[in-house]
């Protein structure tokens, strides 16, 4: 079995794009017909200069690879570099391919990647999610400097079955850009 196609697919995160301006996806499919997908963690550039970074990667370590042999991967993308120490977004790039290569594995074994991984460790775990401003109501994110209204936000969460969120008193961790 080996890796034979690439499918990039960018998504855009309408406004105000917390969380970032678009999020990347990668399908990969092999000779067999057996598909996995990923996304690409910390994409810092646009959206095309990503999708070149990625169709690069793939040209050179990742068409016509086992999809078995993931650390042979990291260690070839890594060695190809000047300092032996790739920046992050190659690291982002490698994750999304990664977690496709993990994805066609499963599927090849006919067991879910956490078994892959060492089995199940817990019978459930918490989640949590981050108090974001409710657009229908007007809020933006001068949500994250009013008390009383993330304090709403935050018994909506609860209501809706989370035992924890998370807030950020500095205000939100990325700024929309309609780029």
């Known amino acids: 079995m080996k890796i034979s196609d690439l499918k990039v697919f960018v998504v855009g995160n309408p406004p105000p794009g917390w969380g970032g301006r678009y999020f990347i996806f990668v399908k990969l499919t092999t000779d067999d017909n057996i598909s996995g997908i990923g996304e690409v963690y910390c994409a810092t550039f646009g959206p095309k200069a990503m999708v070149a970074m990625i169709e690069d990667v793939f040209a050179r370590y990742v068409e016509g690879m086992d999809p078995f042999h ?15 120490r790739p920046d992050a977004s190659l690291m982002g790039v490698l994750s999304g391919i990664e977690i496709a290569l993990w994805d066609i594995k499963g599927k090849a074994v006919g067991k879910p ?33 009013n008390a009383e209204a993330s304090a709403e ?14 807030f950020d008193p500095a205000a939100p961790y990325s700024v929309f850009d309609p780029r």
């Open 113 to 145: 990647v956490y078994e892959l991984l060492g089995g199940k460790v817990h019978d459930s775990l918490r989640s949590y999610t981050y108090i974001y401003p409710d657009i229908a109501k007007g809020q933006d994110e001068k949500i994250y400097w």
């Open 70 to 84: 993931i650390e042979a991967l990291w260690r070839k993308a890594y060695g190809s570099g000047y300092t032996l």
């Open 153 to 166: 936000r935050a018994a909506h969460y609860v209501k809706q079955g989370f035992t924890a969120v998370k």
